[in-house]
T-cell receptor, first 112, second 113 residues
Framework: GQQVMQIPQYQHVQEGEDFTTYCNSSTTLSNIQWYKQRPGGHPVFLIQLVKSGEVKKQKRLTFQFGEAKKNSSLHITATQTTDVGTYFCAGEASSNTGKLIFGQGTTLQVKP | ETGVTQTPRHLVMGMTNKKSLKCEQHLGHNAMYWYKQSAKKPLELMFVYSLEERVENNSVPSRFSPECPNSSHLFLHLHTLQPEDSALYLC????????????FGPGTRLTVT
C-alpha cells in the first residue's frame, strides 16, 4: 500500500538555526498537506501543495512539492522556541479518495 | 479552538467494557474522520465519512464501530478492546473528502486496562 516516509524523526537545533524535514511517498500524490502538532495538542493544518514543483512560503516557513509529486520538504529559517512541535506531512493519492496518509512526523526541539 | 469537539477527553476502560467516543463539528463540513495516534507511530486513518456515508474503512478491527448520524456528529463505538488499542483517538472534519484541509479535535486519550 501507499507509504509516506518522513525524515528525520527528531531534530534538535539551537535557536536561530535552520531546520528542514523531508517527506517521500511511494506513489504519486495528488496533493500534500503539512500539519504541526504541539506537545499535548492536536495536529493543526499549515498548508497544502497541489502543483508539481510548487513552492509556498509562510513567513519563515518554506514548503516545496517535488516535480514528480512524490516528495516534499518543509524548511524553517532561523528557528524560534515557538517552532517546537512535531511536523507531519500527509499525502493524498492520485485517486482522490480523501484518504490522507501521514508520515511519521519530525519532532523539532529548539534550545534557547 | 471550538470548531471540532470531542468527548470524553480521557477514558479508561476494561477489556470487557463498551464505551463510545463522540465528535461534533461546528464548521458546516461534509466529511469527518477518525484517526488513531499511538506513540512512535504515524497517524492511522481509521474511517472516513463523506455526506454521512462511509467511504473508507482502513482495515480496522470490528471491535471499533463508527456511526455518523448526520454531517455534524461522528461516534466511535468501542467494545472488547485490547491493551494495544490504548492511544489518542482524533476526530477531524473537512469541507469535502478530497484535497481539503482537515480540522482536528483535541482527541480522546484512551487507556485499556
Amino acid at each position: 500500500g501507499q507509504q509516506v516516509m518522513q525524515i528525520p524523526q527528531y531534530q534538535h537545533v539551537q535557536e536561530g538555526e535552520d531546520f528542514t524535514t523531508y517527506c517521500n511517498s511511494s506513489t504519486t500524490l495528488s496533493n500534500i498537506q503539512w500539519y504541526k502538532q504541539r506537545p499535548g495538542g492536536h495536529p493543526v493544518f499549515l498548508i497544502q501543495l497541489v502543483k508539481s514543483g510548487e513552492v509556498k512560503k509562510q513567513k519563515r516557513l518554506t514548503f516545496q512539492f517535488g516535480e514528480a509529486k512524490k516528495n516534499s520538504s518543509l524548511h524553517i529559517t532561523a528557528t524560534q522556541t515557538t517552532d517546537v512541535g512535531t511536523y507531519f506531512c500527509a499525502g493524498e493519492a492520485s485517486s482522490n479518495t480523501g484518504k490522507l496518509i501521514f508520515g511519521q512526523g519530525t519532532t523539532l526541539q529548539v534550545k534557547p | 479552538e471550538t470548531g471540532v469537539t470531542q468527548t470524553p477527553r480521557h477514558l479508561v476502560m476494561g477489556m470487557t467494557n463498551k464505551k463510545s467516543l463522540k465528535c461534533e463539528q461546528h464548521l458546516g463540513h461534509n466529511a469527518m474522520y477518525w484517526y488513531k495516534q499511538s506513540a512512535k507511530k504515524p497517524l492511522e486513518l481509521m474511517f472516513v465519512y463523506s455526506l454521512e456515508e462511509r467511504v473508507e474503512n482502513n482495515s480496522v478491527p470490528s471491535r471499533f464501530s463508527p456511526e455518523c448520524p448526520n454531517s455534524s456528529h461522528l461516534f466511535l463505538h468501542l467494545h472488547t478492546l485490547q491493551p494495544e488499542d490504548s492511544a489518542l483517538y482524533l476526530c477531524a472534519s473537512s469541507q469535502g473528502a478530497s484535497a481539503y484541509e482537515q480540522y482536528f479535535g483535541p482527541g480522546t486519550r484512551l487507556t485499556v486496562t
